[in-house]
């Protein structure tokens, strides 16, 4: 028998309800006991939470490991540290890699490449071969190989015939079309939000009309089809109406935002100073948007029209962002960063800390219904759980120093800023895998 004690934490479980003072026992990888003042037994891990916070691991529905074929970027040990850092336990792998997760032995591959690293790690297959939006990949193959949703992301399902039959196999496999929210035809080649900041930069802007086409669209085609839609990390309040308008007619229609689009606007591509800054690290797809589509995202996560906080971890070498604006590379690292974040808007007064910690645990495992077989009791502390457990500080400052961070991806643009939330320790599958509780 292999045991941990987390003992003098603030347990806060919002499946259960739970926020209280409650020590909680581990055994063989599981949660064994939760309780007021549990004795240690014999052989077990002390592990001391006074003054921290013990909540469910965090669940990142939306991540890019670049294993295979991008491993210079990153590959799925390092990204695995990177999520254990930053509080996560379960993370799912999106599918453009190289090859694409298309086929049933390639995300058979990655699983067993996952299998020892340091956080759960599920797949994400894609919609069309090869991801190229021509021709349907074997979704029901990918689903039976593990695929816990499809998605073509990096790149919207263009095609609406394609997404069409897409959603229609989807109606029978009960799992989502997590969607890029993008249409090329109305973007065209936009590299921030079109706006003043834009206009006063002098490139060019893609409109949030690009975004909403697609979100329209797919919730009539997965209205049609009686499918599931995973709006991938929304940054609209037009697209998030939409949403909220699906959901109060009953549609089966999820959403995620990232801790980037809930924290800053398309300003911190242009800078502070005088000078333009053209932050390569700011660019990301969908684009930083207007303060007050930040706060539409707030709002949205609080009213619970967005399911949950998902990092759309992005990491890229630094020569893909040591370039001028138009050339470089979309996509922000995430994952060490997310609950400093999200805590801020807890400490502002925007969020409450049960509807962060929500928003990244039992949220994501209920917007895709991960809740089955071996992962019974997924993102909650519930006694039989998997003993995924993440120690949290909301108080303690930080600041960001992307250099020291275990993600091989550097590419952030909160890189200097302070802010207040520390991820202490992380316990996945029964294991502790960061504490940084002395560090």
């Known amino acids: 028998m292999t045991g941990i004690l987390v003992h003098g934490g603030r347990l806060i479980d919002p499946a259960s309800g739970l926020d209280e003072r409650l020590d909680l026992l581990i055994v063989d990888g599981r949660i064994a006991q939760v309780g007021a003042d549990l004795p240690l037994p014999p052989g077990t891990e002390h592990l001391a939470a006074s003054g921290l916070i013990v909540a469910p691991g965090f669940i990142d529905l939306h991540t890019h490991l670049r294993e295979p074929g991008q491993e210079h970027k990153e590959t799925i040990a390092s990204g695995a540290r990177a999520a254990a850092r930053g509080g996560f336990t379960t993370i799912c792998a999106m599918p453009n890699t190289e090859p694409a997760l298309d086929s049933a032995a390639v995300i058979d591959g990655m699983l067993q490449r996952?299998?020892?690293?340091?956080?759960?790690v599920l797949a994400i297959g894609a919609v069309s071969i090869g991801r190229r939006g021509q021709e349907l990949a074997e979704l029901a193959a990918l689903r039976d190989a593990g695929a816990v949703a499809v998605s073509d992301d990096g790149d919207a399902v263009a095609d609406a015939s394609l997404a069409r039959r897409a959603f229609e196999y989807l109606s029978d496999l009960h799992i989502p079309l997590a969607e890029h929210c993008e249409d090329p035809a109305i973007a065209q080649g936009g590299v921030m939000h079109d706006g003043a900041v834009s206009a006063r930069l002098g490139l060019r802007g893609q409109p949030a009309a690009a975004e909403l086409s697609i979100v329209q669209r797919d919730i009539a085609l997965a209205e049609a089809a009686g499918a599931q839609l995973h709006a991938c990390h929304i940054s609209t309040e037009p697209s998030l109406q939409a949403i909220a308008d699906a959901r109060a007619r009953?549609?089966?229609?999820?959403a995620e935002v990232t801790p980037h689009h809930l924290f800053l606007t398309h300003d911190v591509v242009a800078g502070s100073g005088d000078?333009?800054?053209?932050?390569?690290?700011?660019?990301?797809n969908p684009p930083l948007r207007t303060e007050s589509d930040v706060q539409a995202c707030i709002d949205a996560l609080v009213a619970g029209v967005v399911d949950a906080v998902a990092t759309d971890h992005a990491p890229h070498a630094a020569v893909d962002k040591q370039c001028e604006f138009d050339a470089a590379a979309f996509g922000i690292s995430g994952l060490e960063s997310a609950w400093p974040v999200v805590n801020s808007l807890v400490e502002s007064g925007r969020l409450t800390l049960s509807e962060a910690i929500e928003r990244l645990t039992i949220g994501p495992v209920r917007a895709w219904n991960l809740d089955r077989g071996e992962l019974s009791g997924l993102g909650t502390l519930r006694v039989g759980a998997p003993a995924d457990v993440t120690l949290l500080s909301t108080d303690a400052v930080s600041r960001v120093e992307p250099?020291?961070?275990a993600s091989m991806g550097k590419n952030t643009p909160l890189a200097g800023h302070t802010l207040s939330g520390v991820v202490a320790a992380t316990i996945s599958q029964g294991r502790i895998v960061w504490d940084g509780r002395e560090q």
């Not at 996952?114 to 956080?119: F, L, Q």
């Not at 000078?275 to 990301?284: F, G, I, R």
Request: charge should be negative; aromatic fraction near 8%.
């Open 403 to 405: 250099d020291s961070w």
């Open 275 to 284: 000078d333009l800054l053209y932050d390569t690290n700011a660019k990301v």
């Open 250 to 254: 009953g549609l089966h229609v999820t």
């Open 114 to 120: 996952a299998r020892d690293v340091d956080c759960r």
